[in-house]
């Protein structure tokens, strides 16, 4: 922890912080340029420009199993620092180029420098915070990244008004990152708040890992797998529903993602709320947030079954904190990294996974895929529930 600082000194580290988790899920940002660079690309399949979005994802995962090695070797400052402006040259090269090679090139490199630092947007609140400090920054870095999600994706919408190379212009906005992180936390900040990093690998910190650590990894893999079909199904369960304005399911996405990030900012008076219940809580929201998407006759119900489902995924922060305060320090960033590639692993599968369960029922429309979806929110909330009364029952008997 921070021995010591000015009142301006913790706003400025924790502004520090907070900002650098701003384009962490800004992948998928320049998602509206997909049909203008599939007129571009005329000799390129639709899958191969598609790819461009996806291909992120793979590098990020690919970044966040080696960051801890890199971590120890260089620190965390530089780490983020030189994460950001990978991400940086990343995220731009797309702007200045029409070869497509080169394209997938920044793309990957975008997702490699984004993966390099992902952890730490976690770990460094653990590192500088404790207590209900601690829970609330947690819930505000939820709420950043996914506002900065949604701030980034309208930005880029906008500047595609001018040609889709433009579109990437977006992650100019790293730039102020870098400024803001590398003046709020400074050498000195790191030096005081840092631990020893030992050689953990996977195996090993498994031994030390609590069963609730290692249920909420776990779960969290799950909880992406249902949280993602509001996301791949709910433009065809509007079809099936027969809904008017299905234009207006893109907006409806933004701003349900912007009202569930709200939810983030409240997480800390949550979780003091619902302690360990609070998982739970999230799960039933979800549940019926599905259930309203099923039976939703119009497009504002539809939106308001969209915000249930979005504020669930105040699931994330929750297991983040429980690493925090259940993990020794040497071993925080490696077990973030675990969880977070659970989460970006649970989203990959999703519609195999529920494509595998429509084999089982017999059915896979998307409605069928949105009642998958909300049993796997019931059977995440049963086991939240039973990890919650064993750890109550335990605190009795101690």
């Not at 952890?119 to 400090?133: H, P, Y």
């Not at 079954?305 to 320090?329: D, R």
């Not at 990294?337 to 999703?350: D, E, P, T, V």
Request: positive net charge; hydrophobic residues 55%.
């Amino acid at each position: 922890m921070l021995k010591s600082s000015t009142s301006f000194q913790n706003v400025r580290l924790k502004v520090a912080i907070l900002c650098i988790s701003l384009t962490i899920q800004t992948a998928g940002a320049v998602a509206a340029a997909v049909p203008a660079m599939i007129d571009s690309f005329a000799n390129r399949s639709t899958t191969e420009i598609q790819s461009l979005l996806t291909i992120p994802s793979f590098s990020i995962m690919l970044f966040i199993i080696l960051s801890s090695g890199i971590i120890k070797y260089i620190g965390k400052r530089n780490t983020v620092l030189i994460g950001l402006t990978i991400a940086l040259l990343g995220g731009l090269l797309p702007a200045f180029t029409s070869n497509f090679y080169l394209i997938l090139l920044g793309r990957f490199l975008f997702g490699a420098g984004t993966g390099l630092y992902n952890s730490l947007t976690i770990s460094l609140i653990g590192d500088c915070f404790e207590g209900d400090e601690q829970q609330n920054l947690i819930g505000l870095q939820s709420a950043t990244a996914a506002l900065g999600n949604s701030v980034a994706t309208f930005m880029a919408g906008l500047l595609l008004s001018v040609n889709w190379h433009s579109s990437f212009l977006v992650y100019l906005a790293i730039i102020p990152m870098i400024i803001i992180f590398s003046l709020g936390y400074t050498k000195r900040i790191e030096k005081e708040t840092s631990v020893e990093v030992k050689n953990d690998t996977v195996a090993h910190v498994n031994k030390k890992l609590s069963p609730a650590v290692l249920l909420g990894i776990f779960t969290l893999f799950f909880f992406f797998v249902s949280v993602i079909v509001m996301l791949t199904s709910s433009a065809l369960a509007i079809q099936q529903l027969g809904l008017a304005h299905s234009e207006l399911l893109s907006l409806a996405l933004a701003v349900a993602g912007i009202l569930g990030s709200i939810s983030f900012i409240f997480y800390g008076q949550i979780h003091k709320l619902f302690k360990n219940f609070t998982p739970v809580l999230a799960c039933i929201l979800g549940f019926i947030g599905y259930l309203i998407l099923l039976a939703a006759p119009n497009m504002l119900v539809f939106f308001i079954g969209l915000v249930f489902v979005s504020v669930s995924m105040i699931v994330i922060p929750y297991v983040y904190g429980l690493i925090l305060s259940s993990v020794a320090a040497s071993a925080k960033n490696i077990v973030i990294s675990l969880a977070m590639i659970a989460c970006n692993l649970g989203s990959f599968f999703s519609p195999f996974i529920i494509s595998f369960l429509g084999k089982i029922f017999g059915a896979s429309d998307a409605l069928s895929q949105i009642k998958y979806a909300a049993f796997i929110f019931v059977v995440i909330a049963l086991i939240f529930t039973f990890s919650a009364l064993t750890s109550k029952n335990k605190g009795r008997e101690q």
